[in-house]
Every structure is written in structure tokens, then in C-alpha cells.
């Protein structure tokens, strides 16, 4: 099993710029998220699906865009990136809204 | 307003001796709680998940209480090793659209 793999692992983008970042779960997770972490800051939800086909907006979702059409992945969509999207961004996934996070390797954004 | 508070100071111990780090929240009341360890350059990975109702739970030399009373957990690692060196997040049951919320965690280095 490979967990959470996330793709790429390190992007330099510059303003304006699009991208799409794609996770994905071998563990048939029903939910998965996408995560930003900062210094200070912690991890923030930016957003998250409780299944196939679903998504919802998160604690930071302004600026990003998400689709999940197969259960095993999740992908995050930058449209036109800015310096403060400037991040670590972490995808996880979960069982169930309680249960444990199995989290990715992360992936290192840059926008200059 | 909601916030979870870390000691965001990092925590220096001798090899041998037993960490304790604090996990303090405000304005939430959640039904569990919880850790998880982080190693530069790599995702959170669980530790421990304790519920509201439970006072202490056990996991080989991890040690995790809740007092929903004080408003705090306490996790402890004994016998630590300097592999144990890491950044601890605590995340708790934030209810809402949320689900878990992440502390921004403590650094904990063991030294030989």
C-alpha cells in the first residue's frame, strides 16, 4: 500500500500562473482534504469531499478550486496563483469524519 | 473566539527523561482529541486519539490525558529517545464543517 501520495512534490509557479495539484489514497477512504501549512499557522483546511463526487468549502478556501470525479483522488487547482498561496500544502484521508488522517508527503509551493 | 493553544516554544529534554507537552483549547467542546507527530519535510502521522470521556489512554511509552474540564490534554512521552525529536500537533473535534482542527504543535528535540 502506498498510503497518500501527493504530486509534485516541489512546484515554483509565478503570479498568475495555473496549476493543479493531484492526491491520491489506495485505502478506499470515503473523505479526503487538502491542507496548508505555514509557519505559525498550523495546518488549515482549505477544503474537503466525504465522497465521490462531493466537496466542500474549508477554513481557507478562497483562491482554490477542488474536484474529486474518482474516489482515490482529490485534486487542489490553483487558477491564478498569488505570493500568499506561497505554502506547504498536505493532502489527506480518512475513513470517516472521526476517524484517523492518513496525510501525504506534502508539496512545497512557491509563487513569486 | 475558538483556539487551540501549543506551546509554540521549542521543548529541549535529556535522552532518558519524560517530555510533556500541553494542548490547551478554548471555546470548543470536543468529543476527542487527537495527537500527532511531524518530521521535517513530512506529513503528520497519528499517535494517539483519546475521547471525551476517557481520562488517560496508553500507547507503549506514549501517554496521552484529557481534562475537559481544564480544557487541556497532556501528552507524554517517557524513556524519550532522540528519535522521538519532532514537532507534536495536537487536533481536536471542532464539530461544524470543520471536523478536526490542528494545533500549531511543539517542537520537541531529546538530547543524547
Known amino acids: 500500500n502506498a498510503g497518500v501520495t501527493q504530486t509534485p512534490k516541489f512546484r515554483v509557479l509565478k503570479t498568475g500562473q495555473s496549476m493543479t495539484l493531484l492526491c491520491a489514497q489506495d485505502m478506499n477512504h470515503e473523505y479526503m482534504y487538502w491542507y496548508r501549512q505555514d509557519p505559525g499557522m498550523g495546518l488549515r483546511l482549505i477544503h474537503y469531499?466525504?465522497?465521490?463526487?462531493?466537496?466542500a468549502k474549508g477554513e481557507v478556501p478562497d483562491g482554490y478550486n477542488v474536484s474529486r470525479l474518482k474516489k482515490q483522488n482529490f485534486l487542489l487547482g490553483l487558477e491564478s496563483a498569488a505570493p500568499s498561496q506561497t505554502s506547504v500544502y498536505f493532502c489527506a484521508s480518512s475513513w470517516g469524519q472521526t476517524d484517523t488522517q492518513y496525510f501525504g508527503p506534502g508539496t512545497r509551493l512557491t509563487v513569486l | 473566539s475558538q483556539k487551540i493553544e501549543q506551546n509554540s516554544e521549542a521543548l529541549n529534554i535529556q535522552e532518558g527523561k519524560t517530555a510533556t507537552l500541553t494542548c490547551n483549547y478554548t471555546n470548543y467542546s470536543p468529543a476527542y482529541l487527537q495527537w500527532y507527530r511531524q518530521d521535517p519535510g513530512r506529513g503528520p502521522v497519528f499517535l494517539l486519539l483519546i475521547r471525551e470521556n476517557e481520562k488517560e489512554k496508553r500507547k507503549e511509552r506514549l501517554k496521552v490525558t484529557f481534562d475537559t474540564t481544564l480544557k487541556q490534554s497532556l501528552f507524554h512521552i517517557t524513556a524519550s529517545q532522540p528519535a522521538d525529536s519532532a514537532t507534536y500537533l495536537c487536533?481536536?473535534?471542532?464539530?461544524?464543517?470543520?471536523?478536526?482542527?490542528f494545533g500549531t504543535g511543539t517542537k520537541l528535540q531529546v538530547i543524547p
Open positions: 469531499s466525504v465522497g465521490e463526487g462531493t466537496t
Open positions: 487536533a481536536l473535534d471542532s464539530g461544524g464543517y470543520q471536523k478536526v482542527t
